[in-house]
């Protein structure tokens, strides 16, 4: 067994890990390939004395394909796997290209925790290529299992050379896979193989040396000319012994792992909900994975004894990883240190599980970079699912947002497995609303689930559902930390506390970075020698990096040559935005730039920026640089990034030297994004989200201003150069050119760069005519709408044109009112409504007809709001909205005559207008006071007496059906649960009249919570069969959120306005699921119900149900136990 | 009910079934389980009867047969006569139950609690209780134990049958007699340790103890050999090496030492220099303090 075993595997283990396997490996293990030689004696040539594949070619096996593909296909079970087969399929490799066409091999690799992609064309491009979890098996020549000429193999020679050209396009996709990084490992390989040498050479010329590993290789393939030549330049390393037996020692040796025992750690599937140990089946396991991390019980497994050299070595590696992700394993070893805010995190999580209860708010931890938000949110994971009680998701900061249905998904099996909540935590440092929209999402679909999510500081921030984690250590947590350091050797607490300063809010990252390598380092006084240099540095320190002085990573990142001019940097210089760099200041600006959000960049993008003059080099590179990280995601993608965001900020500071190389660098990186036409296309997702973070919707907008139009303008160049149309990306390039204009002191060139950005937003929608992605859509009308906005204000305040601008503004209205039915959530549709209206009304140049109609549109607009919805953040915006709004209407008053005319245009704007004054500001969703029960009274009353005028006017309809109900009922339409209302027949068919004559309305007007009240009138009023096909339809309609979808806002009541009651008999029943249906006497319908709603989980089919109420969300009529009623 | 004996009678009769076909089927005339030389199990009482029959057929099925089975039972569902899985869970039920009865399982364990489940619904299946207690019970679980082993051997049987019409028999037959010369039991190895523990002069090593710490590892890695190879010489080079390894002297310094000395932390390059000490001891024997002294000038030296 040759030395070099060590490195192999550590290459391997590395990845990307690619096995080559050729069309010889059957015939490996006894020197007869039985498999071809049934074929060839089936179909004739079997007395050839070379037998080979290409012999297959010229017999019989062509007269009748589909007949001899199944024969070959049903020889394939015949024959065993060979032994050592069975041990290579046991490693995750990350992709296997295959010359052979039999199907033997699928049953080595197919595992209980791996699946098989089967590629066959050139035209699939799989997502996720080097995913060691679904495993590209790209088969070369086809197979014998398909029929399709294109995934079938040859069987003529024409077909063979047709195929042939379809293999050497397949297989030039093998050096992208493996990037300089990784390593081709071939098996099986033989000259008579239809992957040519020659085929097989240039492949193996585009890899660096010390990439290529040939196994069993004979003398004769060594022999080749090319062969000989790469083994020479150290291209390819060849072994005479088989690849089973290298990984077998590997594992012996304790260098990788295979199969089970590799299934065991990284795979396993395993979660213990309560009492019941449970496997995550992999199908749900492999879909949730693409967004989220299941805590498995693999990560509280105990931990293995080791020394205490290794303890600190793996503490150091804790500090330095756990800030971007969390090292599981690090907290079962207690690792972590507890900050004070942790506690507080934790009790109040802990309430809100134990609660049980649908949750309207997540909670968000906030703090500055560096504050230790990621290691808590591990820490908390870990806590909560040590008790083994609720399964927890971890979702950690990645370029796109997760999917949420994935998370439903799990969600939804964990609930069907006996879980009462799950948790969820979102280490997104994203805004708050995304968290709520996700919540949103999930609680909409009937999950229980607490949302925990991280974002930067939020100054307003308030309520028990923001936790600060603050950026200074308190003098509690200084002696703890001081404790915590001293376990891991007594004296580094105390070097600590000298070190210490409490306001110093990098303190944390720092650590890492202070710490000697080694346990021993400490002993030998290396942590006195940092000490002294600190004070002898100090001076030197403040001239380069002035700003950072005080600052423990910024002290400690310079003693480590890293944001030191030292000659760590190669001389040969390269000019980016003006500025000289070198290729490894460029290679670390361009993984810093983005690093500072919390991005990384992926590897093949960084690779292509680069160009080939560092590719050749890159490991060695790699391996010289402590501030990058690499990482391989669960899907084989392979990004890098900095050790941490904060580092990455101070290197950014100390070295770009400002917003417009920043800038430059990464315009670099967009420049070079490829579309693989994926909707989780890793490039693209990168690139949306490098342009937001450096765009106008973050804190640090200010700072990027001056570049947002050359960041636009490099979105252009890759729309129109190279063709990458994708609606995200047009999304921020109509943004930043939009936002530009706040720079431009031209008037006409700001109207110009509006109108081009205005094209850019049409362009994006015309994309998304057909797409599904209704918030996508939403969004890019809101832009659009957006951009109109800023034209209405362009022509206003420089040019006086108010009746261009009046026209601009009703397509925004026009444009924005539809985007809020496309997504009822789209706050922003809202938000640009009000500033656009704000600006033309404040103009003064309005007739008043025009300026009516404008305020009934906004004052509506502000009515339809769900505000229990909303982020805090967005709650605050539409009071000021409202504010700013309302500072305006107070200033004017609406005269008769502009009423008259009004009236005589046919538009309701004058009355809305009116009966909107009568009521002022109403409630969100509770009861009335006498006084505004009154004034509703009063509003619907002159709106009924002019209901002639306004049938037409869905605003006035609108307001007419809430004045009339809060008037009937003293309470908002949706006012908490299981409401019971008493109405008359009378009343209900008025009620149905008004939604009628709504649901009649233009598009834009039909809110599905319309079709909700009108499903429930028809109940009331007995026309049973259609209220069922209302709510099936509504139940169907996915792109309904919020916590309304599935409250039980409505009971069935009788004309006393009490709950009705019912009785029943079970129609079916799962008790695992907890689901089951009734049949309702008094219907003679089927109606859902949940067992342990009644206590009776077990109860079958057949059994009665007796006296219970009928309860009305979203998702259609439920069966409700008495008990849940609380007059 | 079935009795119990008649039922053992059946098992018995198809195992000599499945060899006398196997024998005829093969060139080398090789049965499935030959003759074993272990005792009839008795059947009474049951509780005891069943104990000894699930041992019984676990030697025949994972020690005697071992090969055969793995190679024949494969062949169940590519023949069509396994379509619910129902006989090769038989196997594993085997598998399970003696683990279940002759060892004591850690319900802390993944793989022990899974074992026990297996058992617990087998149980359950046969005679209604997870854990059966009076003689009817465990009569009970006796005759569907030996029902399932009537069922496997019958389609263990139907697979040889279905062999010897196949129109790849050749392939398959030559397929099966590779794997059987590629078996080797652990007795195999004990003459090949004896001669090279001769050899090297280790008369007195005890070649079963020997044999049991490393069979597993040399059936492993003779799997992965390709070609034929000579089981003999391959099996030296092993017991050799391992040998040689056993033989390794305990050096004064550990890696503890060389990380402090060095200021290293835990990583391969511990096992570089623990490799290095080694070789400077062997070559002179000395204390501990020497060593450090000796391996701190050999790494200086290996720097400049």
Redesign the interface.
């Known amino acids: 067994m040759p030395d070099n075993i060590?490195e192999f595997c550590l290459k391997l283990k590395r990845g990307p890990a690619v096995l080559f396997l050729g069309q010889d490996y059957l015939k490996?293990?006894?020197?007869?390939d039985?498999f071809l030689?049934?074929i060839l004696k089936?179909y004739g040539q079997a007395e050839e004395p070379n037998v080979q594949y290409g012999l297959i070619l010229e017999g019989d096996a062509k007269n009748s394909i589909e007949t001899s593909l199944a024969w070959m296909q049903q020889?394939c079970?015949?024959?065993?796997i060979?032994?050592?087969l069975n041990?290579v399929g046991e490693f995750a490799w990350n992709a296997m290209f295959c010359s052979a066409i039999d199907l033997i091999w699928v049953k080595a690799f197919r595992t209980d925790w791996r699946e098989i992609q089967p590629v066959f064309s050139e035209k699939y491009k799989p997502q996720n290529e080097r995913s060691r979890q679904v495993l590209n098996c790209t088969l070369l020549f086809g197979r014998v299992d398909r029929t399709e000429e294109l995934e079938r193999p040859p069987l003529t020679r024409l077909e063979f050379l047709r195929r042939k050209q379809v293999a050497v396009s397949l297989a030039r996709r093998i050096p992208e896979i493996i990037t300089p990084l990784g390593s081709l490992v071939i098996e099986g390989y033989g000259l008579r193989d239809w992957f040519t040498i020659e085929d097989l050479v240039p492949i193996i010329d585009a890899l660096n040396p010390g990439q290529v590993f040939i196994f069993?290789a004979t003398e004769a393939l060594l022999s080749n000319v090319f062969i000989s030549e790469f083994l020479k330049n150290g291209k390819i390393t060849a072994y005479s012994e088989?690849l089973?037996?290298f990984l077998?020692?590997g594992e012996?040796l304790g260098l990788i792992k295979l199969g089970a025992k590799h299934s065991?750690e990284v795979f396993n599937r395993?979660i213990t909900i309560g009492h019941n140990?449970v496997t995550v089946p992999l199908a749900i396991w492999n879909q949730v994975s693409r967004s989220a991390q299941i805590l498995n019980d693999a990560v509280f497994a105990p931990s293995t004894r080791i020394?205490e050299?290794?303890k600190y070595?793996e503490f150091?590696n804790f500090l330095s990883e756990s800030g971007s992700k969390p090292v599981w394993a690090g907290y079962e070893k207690g690792f972590a240190f507890e900050r004070d805010f942790e506690g507080k995190l934790l009790l109040e999580v802990e309430r809100r599980l134990e609660s049980g209860a649908l949750q309207a708010e997540p909670v968000v931890l906030h703090g500055q970079t560096g504050t230790g938000k990621t290691v808590a949110l591990g820490s908390l994971a870990f806590k909560v699912r040590k008790k083994r009680k609720y399964p927890v998701l971890f979702i950690d900061r990645r370029p796109f947002q997760p999917n949420f249905s994935n998370i439903d998904a799990f969600c939804k099996w964990a609930e069907d497995n006996g879980a009462v909540m799950n948790l969820i935590l979102w280490d997104g440092m994203v805004g708050g609303e995304q968290y709520y929209e996700c919540l949103q999402y999930l609680v909409s679909r009937g999950r229980k689930i607490v949302l925990v999510g991280t974002c930067y500081r939020d100054q307003k921030a308030r309520g028990k559902n923001y936790i600060e984690a603050p950026a200074t250590l308190s003098e509690k947590e200084t002696s703890s930390l001081v404790e915590f350091l001293n376990t891991f050797e007594p004296t580094l607490g105390d070097f600590c506390r000298s070190k210490l300063n409490p306001r110093d809010g990098t303190f944390l990252v720092a650590l890492y970075r202070l710490l000697p390598?080694?346990?021993?380092?400490i002993r030998?006084g290396l942590l006195q020698e940092i000490d002294t240099v600190q004070r002898g540095i100090d001076v030197r320190a403040k001239e380069i990096v002035p700003e950072l002085r005080d600052n423990a990573l910024a002290y400690a990142l310079w003693k480590a040559k890293i944001i030191d001019d030292s000659q760590f940097f190669s001389a040969e210089l390269k000019e980016v935005a003006g500025e000289a760099m070198t290729e490894i200041e460029e290679l670390i600006g361009l993984v810093m730039v983005p690093g500072q959000f919390g991005l990384q960049v992926p590897l093949e993008l960084l690779l292509r920026v680069l160009k080939k003059e560092i590719y050749s080099n890159f490991v060695t590179l790699l391996s010289g640089i402590d501030i990058l990280r690499w990482v391989e995601d669960i899907r084989g993608n392979i990004s890098l990034g900095p050790r941490h965001p904060l580092e990455a900020k101070l290197i950014v500071q100390a070295r770009c030297g400002g917003a417009k190389i920043e800038s430059s660098l990464a315009r670099k990186l967009i420049g070079e994004i490829k579309d693989t036409g994926s909707s989780e296309d890793m490039e693209i997702q990168f690139a949306v989200e490098l342009a937001r973070n450096m765009g106008p919707n973050v804190p640090s907008s200010t700072y990027y201003a001056p570049f947002f139009k050359d960041l636009s303008e490099t979105l252009t160049m890759i729309r129109e150069s190279r063709s990458i149309q994708n609606p995200r990306l047009m999304l921020q390039e109509a943004t930043l050119l939009r936002e530009s204009i706040r720079t431009v002191i031209d008037f006409m060139e700001a109207e110009k760069i509006l109108s081009r950005a205005e094209k850019i937003a049409r362009d994006a929608a015309e994309l998304l005519h057909k797409d599904s992605n209704k918030k996508l859509i939403s969004a890019v009308m809101v832009e659009l709408a957006a951009i109109l906005g800023s034209k209405v204000r362009q022509n206003i305040e420089y040019f006086d044109r108010v009746d261009p601008a009046y026209e601009v503004f009703t397509q925004a209205r026009n444009i924005l009112f539809r985007a809020r039915v496309l997504d009822p959530e789209n706050f922003y549709a809202i938000d640009v409504l009000s500033w656009a209206t704000r600006d033309l009304l404040k103009s003064n140049l309005l007739d008043e007809k025009k300026r009516v109609e404008i305020e009934a549109d906004v004052l509506h607009a502000f009515f339809t709001v769900e505000e229990e919805d909303l982020s805090i953040a967005h709650r605050e915006r539409l009071e000021q909205r409202r504010f700013e709004i309302a500072e305006i209407l107070g200033r004017e008053d609406l005269t008769e005559s502009a009423f008259q005319s009004l009236r005589n245009l046919g538009s309701g704007a004058g009355y809305y207008l009116r009966a909107s004054n009568m009521i002022g500001r109403l409630p969100a969703d509770r009861s009335l006071t006498p006084e505004q029960v009154q004034q509703c009274s009063k509003a619907f009353n002159y709106l009924q007496g002019n209901r002639s005028e306004i049938s037409k006017d869905g605003r006035c309809l609108h307001l007419l059906l809430r004045t009339w109900w809060m008037s009937k009922t003293g309470k908002t339409i949706f006012c908490g649960e299981r409401q019971t209302l008493l109405f008359s027949r009378d009343d209900w068919q008025f009620c149905q009249q008004i939604l009628t004559e709504l649901l009649m309305m233009d598009e834009f007007l039909r809110f599905p919570f319309f079709k909700f009240l009108y499903g429930l009138t028809l109940f009331h009023l007995n026309n049973l069969e259609q209220c069922f096909h209302i709510f099936n339809e509504l139940g169907r309609e996915t792109d309904i959120h919020g916590r309304r979808r599935i409250i039980r806002s409505f009971l069935a009541s009788d004309s006393d306005g009490l709950p009705m009651l019912f009785n029943g008999t079970v129609t079916w029943a799962d008790s695992r699921r907890n689901r089951g249906e009734i049949l309702v006497e008094e219907l003679r319908k089927r109606i859902t119900f949940i067992p342990t709603d009644f206590g009776r989980p077990e109860i079958q089919r057949n059994e009665a149900l007796n006296k219970f109420h009928i309860a009305f969300n979203f998702i259609g009529p439920i069966a409700d136990p008495q008990t849940f009623y609380k007059a | 009910m079935s009795n119990p004996s008649t039922l053992m009678y059946q098992a018995l009769a198809l195992q000599d079934e499945i060899d006398k076909v196997a024998s005829k089927l093969n060139s080398d005339g090789a049965k499935v389980f030959g003759s074993p030389s272990f005792t009839m199990p008795k059947l009474t009482p049951a509780e005891l009867g069943f104990i000894r029959v699930v041992s019984w057929f676990y030697v025949l099925y994972f020690e005697i047969g071992k090969i055969n089975i793995e190679?024949l039972s494969?062949?169940l569902t590519?023949y069509g006569l396994d379509p619910e899985g129902k006989l090769l869970r038989h196997l594993r039920n085997t598998n399970c139950l003696r683990s279940f009865l002759q060892h004591n399982l850690d319900p802390c364990s993944?793989h022990d609690?899974e074992v026990e489940k297996v058992c617990d619904d087998w149980f359950m299946d046969c005679c209604k209780t997870s854990v059966p207690s009076d003689e009817a019970q465990w009569s009970d679980c006796l005759v569907g134990y030996l029902n399932e082993c009537i069922g496997f051997l019958g389609g263990i049987k139907a697979v040889i049958r279905a062999i010897e019409q196949?129109?790849?028999r050749d392939?398959?037959l030559?397929?099966w007699e590779?794997?059987r010369k590629?078996f080797h039991a652990p007795h195999e190895f004990d003459p090949i340790i004896a001669i090279v523990s001769g050899d090297v002069g280790r008369d007195n090593i005890d070649v079963d103890r020997f044999r049991r710490r490393h069979y597993e590892?040399w059936v492993?890695?003779l799997?992965?050999?390709?070609?034929?190879y000579e089981f003999e010489k391959e099996a030296r080079k092993r017991i050799e090496r391992d040998l040689l390894v056993e033989n390794a002297i305990v050096i004064p310094v550990t890696?503890?030492d060389i990380?402090?000395l060095v200021?290293?932390?835990?990583?391969?390059k511990v096992r570089e220099i623990l490799c290095l000490a080694k070789k400077l001891y062997m070559q002179k024997p000395c204390s501990k303090e020497v060593l450090l002294g000796r391996l701190r000038n050999e790494l200086e030296k290996n720097e400049a």
């Open positions: 060590e490996l293990e006894s020197g007869i039985p030689a049934e089936k020889r079970d015949r024959f065993s060979p032994q050592w041990t069993d088989t089973a037996s077998i020692r012996e065991e395993q140990v020394s050299e290794r070595y150091r390598p080694t346990r021993s380092g030998s | 190679f494969k062949r590519v993944g609690s196949d129109e790849s392939q398959i030559r397929d590779f794997r590629r590892k492993k890695e799997e992965q050999l390709v070609g034929d890696g503890h990380m402090q200021g290293l932390s835990p990583g391969p």
